[in-house]
């Protein structure tokens, strides 16, 4: 029979091992999605989206939406979730027979930001809400920003 310090120790390393699994995943997602960032990069005029980028580069440490690098932005939700919401921005305002791969691998990796369950849906559609509003904003009034 298992004494409570080995009951204990094996939770632990459960728990670790969920952890760990957890990050890699938003990692590999976060990867993936820079990689349609680095795609789109030189087919896009970026100066119509430079409201937005600038939106999303306050989530982002030490480097950009277009060059993501550092293991701490990789391993956040938070930057996962703000390259969804400028490519979704982008390929919004793009024709939509531009960026067919790059589109449908975004929908596969939002598909599964969704199975990770970072935030909840509402939690989400509030955070579109304020990018939008910050765009807006931008728009009326762009010597403001």
Do not use: C, G
């Not at 975004?106 to 910050?134: A, D």
């Amino acid at each position: 029979m298992y004494s409570h310090k080995q009951v204990a120790l094996s939770l632990e390393r459960q728990h670790s091992r969920h952890v760990k699994h957890y990050y890699r995943a938003i990692t590999d997602v976060n990867l993936e999605l820079a990689k349609i960032h680095k795609q789109i990069e030189f087919n896009i005029n970026k100066e119509l989206y430079k409201h937005v980028t600038d939106y999303v580069n306050q989530y982002i440490s030490y480097t950009t939406i277009w060059n993501i690098k550092f293991v701490y932005n990789l391993e956040s939700p938070e930057v996962l979730l703000m390259q969804l919401f400028h490519l979704e921005y982008i390929f919004m305002h793009e024709p939509a027979n531009a960026f067919i791969k790059e589109r449908r691998i975004l929908n596969e990796q939002k598909e599964r930001f969704n199975q990770l369950k970072p935030y909840t849906k509402e939690h989400v559609q509030l955070r579109r809400q304020k990018m939008l509003h910050f765009i807006n904003e931008y728009e009326k009034n762009p010597t403001k920003h």
